[in-house]
Structure formats: structure tokens, C-alpha cells
């Protein structure tokens, strides 16, 4: 099994995940992706909540959207403030890993996009990658995130 770990850029937010490949990550260039990460999409992988195993005590920050009325409940280093993942009351049980906090960043396959009618100008998707203008329809998404 490989060894699958990430962290903040100060190093005290550590975490691994248990799986035996590296997960597959998407892109979402919406505009509250664009604000969190402060670029122009913000990168992620999706797992079980169970798989992930983090150390130093991230910080908790909880954020109800008015309009959908679902909460974020999003965990970052309180000493360099990289955003690490998050969780949402919509999807209970699964976990949004920030993908460039992964160690081995530079091996992640980027198999989707999602809300591209927002995407900036010089960011170029590869015609071979699904990718929807707003979010994705579930069984489509699942589809794309499970691709080989
Ligand atoms: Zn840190
Ligand atoms: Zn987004």
C-alpha cells in the first residue's frame, strides 16, 4: 500500500489517508472555490471521512450558505492558515482534501472541472476531461471521479 500524506505549509497539520493509489482530484473554478483558495479554482479529492487520519488540531471554521442552507465546516492551520479539507452537511461522512496539500502533489490526475461558465481567461481544460459549466449531475460526477 502506498503512503498517502499531506499537510499545511508549516508542517503542523499533518494527515494520511488509507487508500492504495493516490485519489483522483477535480477542479471547481465557482466563485467561493476562487475567493477560498485565492486562485483561480480550488483542487480537491473526495473521500470517506474514516480514511483520513490527521494530527495537530486544525482549526474550525463553519460557514452556512443562506441559500442552500448548507453548512461547511472547514479545517486549516491556525499558524500558516493552509486550508487542508473540509466537510459539508450535505454530503455527511465524506471529506474534501485541499489535493495540492498532498505531499506528492505532483503525481494527482485532475479528472474533472466543474463550474467552468465561472473559469478565468488562460485556463485551458483538456478537451479529454469532463468538465460541466455549472455543478456536476451526481451520477456523472461519480462517473469522472471513478475513471482509471
Ligand atoms: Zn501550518
Ligand atoms: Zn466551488
Not at 480537491?44 to 442552500?68: A, D, M
Not at 487542508?84 to 452537511?89: L, P, R
Request: contains cysteine.
Amino acid at each position: 500500500m502506498d503512503t498517502i500524506e499531506g499537510g499545511c505549509r508549516c508542517g503542523r497539520i499533518r494527515y494520511r489517508v488509507t487508500a492504495d493509489k493516490l485519489p483522483l482530484a477535480y477542479a471547481c473554478h465557482c466563485r467561493d472555490c476562487q475567493t477560498w483558495s485565492g486562485s483561480a479554482f480550488s483542487l480537491q479529492f473526495i473521500l470517506s471521512e474514516t480514511l483520513l487520519e490527521v494530527t495537530g488540531e486544525p482549526l474550525l471554521y463553519e460557514r452556512t450558505s443562506p441559500e442552500s442552507a448548507r453548512t461547511s465546516y472547514q479545517r486549516g492551520c491556525p499558524t500558516c492558515m493552509t486550508r487542508v479539507y473540509n466537510t459539508n452537511s450535505a454530503r455527511p461522512g465524506l471529506a474534501a482534501v485541499r489535493a495540492g496539500t498532498l505531499d506528492r502533489s505532483d503525481e494527482l490526475n485532475v479528472v474533472a472541472h466543474i463550474w467552468t461558465k465561472r473559469k478565468m481567461n488562460g485556463i485551458v481544460i483538456p478537451d479529454d476531461v469532463p468538465s460541466w459549466p455549472e455543478s456536476a449531475p451526481p451520477a456523472d460526477f461519480i462517473a469522472a471521479l471513478s475513471r482509471q
